[in-house]
Each structure stands twice: as structure tokens, then as C-alpha cells.
């Protein structure tokens, strides 16, 4: 089993974009391009917060 940190930021932006194209086939957003834009910023920021709670959870754990 690999002990290399999981990539928070790049699931994230996938997660998102993934919501962003549900978004576009729902029909709350005419243009595929922006869902996905749209979709990708906050799951960048999801990640970017997950990743420092991930390293904070492990710090506290040492």
C-alpha cells in the first residue's frame, strides 16, 4: 500500500467539475464551458480546505 498523500485539490476540482456538468444537464446553467468553470473554483477550494484540516488532524495526532 502506497504511503504518498492523497490530492485534495485535484479531487476536488474534479468533484466539482463533475457538479458543475449535473448543473449544466439539470439546466440551471445554458453554457457547458461555465458549469464547469463555475463547478471547478469551488471544489479547488473545498480541496485547498480539506488539505489543511487533513494536516492539521495529523499534527494533532503526533
Same mark, same amino acid.
Given at each position: !500500500? &502506497? =504511503? $504518498? #498523500?492523497?490530492?485534495? %485539490? %485535484? ?6 467539475? &463533475?457538479? *458543475? ?5 439539470? *439546466? ?11 463547478? !471547478?473554483?469551488? *471544489?479547488?477550494? #473545498? *480541496?485547498?480546505?480539506?488539505?489543511? #484540516?487533513?494536516?492539521?488532524?495529523? =499534527? @494533532? @495526532? $503526533?
Amino acid at each position: !500500500m &502506497s =504511503k $504518498e #498523500a492523497p490530492n485534495f %485539490v %485535484v479531487r476536488g476540482i474534479f468533484i466539482g467539475a &463533475s457538479i *458543475g456538468i449535473i448543473g449544466y444537464l439539470v *439546466g440551471f446553467l445554458p453554457n457547458l464551458p461555465r458549469a464547469i468553470a463555475l463547478g !471547478m473554483v469551488p *471544489g479547488f477550494v #473545498a *480541496g485547498i480546505t480539506l488539505a489543511r #484540516a487533513h494536516k492539521a488532524k495529523n =499534527k @494533532d @495526532d $503526533e
